[in-house]
C-alpha cells in the first residue's frame, strides 16, 4: 500500500505560478512511477505529468508542455508539480498517482495504481 497526500493548490491569477507537492508514505516510494492527473468540471480524468522511478524520464501532455515541470525527491518521499504561466484552463482538482511504471500512468493503463484524495488549483482570468 501506498498514501498520497496532495498539498499546495490554492487560487492564481493567470499567468502565475504554484508549486504542488505529492508526500508519500508506507511501500518504497522509490520503486514507483508517479504521475499528475487533473480533473475539470464536467471533464473526464485527464494526464498531465509522470516521471520514472528513478527520475531521469519525465513526460508531459501537449497542453502544459512547457509551462508544467514534474520532479520527485526520492529522500523526502515526495514528488513535485511545477506550474508557470497558469492559464484558467489549467482550473481542475489535479490528483497525484504512483504505478507500478511512469508509462502506465502516461498511457491511463493502470497496473497497481493508487491515488491521493486531489487538490484543487483554480486560475482566475
Known amino acids: 500500500q501506498v498514501q498520497l497526500v496532495e498539498s499546495g493548490g490554492g487560487l492564481v491569477q493567470a499567468g502565475g505560478s504554484l508549486r504542488l507537492s505529492c508526500a508519500a508514505s508506507?511501500?518504497?516510494?522509490?520503486?514507483?512511477?508517479m504521475g499528475w492527473l487533473r480533473q475539470a468540471p464536467g471533464k473526464e480524468r485527464e494526464f498531465v505529468a509522470a516521471i520514472s522511478v528513478g527520475g531521469s524520464s519525465t513526460y508531459y501532455s501537449d497542453s502544459v508542455k512547457g509551462r508544467f515541470t514534474i520532479s520527485r525527491d526520492n529522500a523526502k518521499n515526495t514528488v513535485y508539480l511545477q506550474m508557470s504561466s497558469l492559464k484558467p484552463e489549467d482550473t481542475a482538482v489535479y490528483y497525484c498517482?504512483?504505478?507500478?511504471?511512469?508509462?502506465?500512468?502516461?498511457?491511463?493503463?493502470?497496473?497497481?495504481?493508487?491515488w491521493g484524495q486531489g487538490t484543487q488549483v483554480t486560475v482566475s482570468s
Open positions: 498517482a504512483a504505478d507500478r511504471t511512469a508509462g502506465a500512468i502516461v498511457a491511463g493503463r493502470p497496473i497497481n495504481r493508487y
Open positions: 508506507g511501500r518504497a516510494f522509490s520503486s514507483y512511477g
